[in-house]
Antibody, heavy 116, light 108 residues
Framework: QVQLVQSGAEVKKPGASVKVSCKVS????????MHWVRQAPGKGLEWMGG????????IYAQKFQGRVTMTEDTSTDTAYMELSSLRSEDTAVYYC?????????WGQGTLVTVSS | AIRMTQSPSSFSASTGDRVTITCRAS??????LAWYQQKPGKAPKLLIY???TLQSGVPSRFSGSGSGTDFTLTISCLQSEDFATYYC??????????FGPGTKVDIK
């Protein structure tokens, strides 16, 4: 059984960066394809990017290209999502999630609030 | 990019009702379609994948159908715990996903 435990809520000022972590247990990170999905308050789910097992690269949604970086530390089985140049519209719950197509497992979510 | 739409966006129903939610893809996605249930403050939960395969542990009152561009999620006999928001997701373009905008089911 995969468990994904994310870091705690963050409050950031516009223009800052945030880095959210996602600790994997039950499996090793190398056995999974990790993705990140966000949800603004009262809004739907938005895929941000994730690992492409075909070519071993991380791909990003065009909307976030240049602003998001997803990394993995396989020594600690922890995935990270860093979003830079934050603006108020980035206020959202950020989820790490994994699955081979359908997403079987989700982290509990991390609320990132961007406010001056 | 593949776009997903859902209808209706929200509706009210009563316990015991049979409810159907529709999801449409902007291009054919075969059966690469999943359905999720989300309750307030919680992460989404996978209900159905491959358009019609029930995820382990999901009650049999949930069912899915469709292929190509048109899909439906049916709840045969709505229970109190089913009041939630439902999302469809295409994974035809995996690892690029697209979610539908969601359908909120609330109590009449």
């Amino acid at each position: 059984q995969v468990q994904l435990v994310q870091s705690g809520a963050e409050v950031k000022k516009p223009g800052a960066s945030v880095k959210v972590s996602c600790k994997v247990s039950g499996y090793t990170l190398t056995e999974l394809s990790m993705h990140w999905v966000r949800q603004a308050p009262g809004k739907g789910l938005e895929w941000m990017g994730g690992f492409d097992p075909e070519d071993g690269e991380t791909i990003y949604a065009q909307k976030f290209q240049g602003r998001v970086t997803m990394t993995e530390d396989t020594s600690t089985d922890t995935a990270y999502m860093e979003l830079s140049s934050l603006r108020s519209e980035d206020t959202a719950v950020y989820y790490c999630a994994t699955g081979g197509g359908p997403i079987d497992y989700w982290g509990q979510g991390t609320l990132v609030t961007v406010s001056s | 990019a593949i776009r997903m739409t859902q209808s209706p966006s929200s509706f009210s129903a009563s316990t015991g009702d049979r409810v159907t939610i529709t999801c449409r893809a902007s291009q054919g996605i075969s059966s690469y379609l999943a359905w999720y249930q989300q309750k307030p403050g919680k992460a989404p939960k996978l209900l159905i994948y491959a358009a019609s395969t029930l995820q382990s542990g999901v009650p049999s009152r949930f069912s899915g159908s469709g292929s190509g561009t048109d899909f439906t999620l049916t709840i045969s006999c709505l229970q109190s715990e089913d009041f939630a928001t439902y999302y469809c997701q295409q994974y035809y373009s995996y690892p690029r996903f697209t979610f539908g905008p969601g359908t909120k089911v609330d109590i009449k």
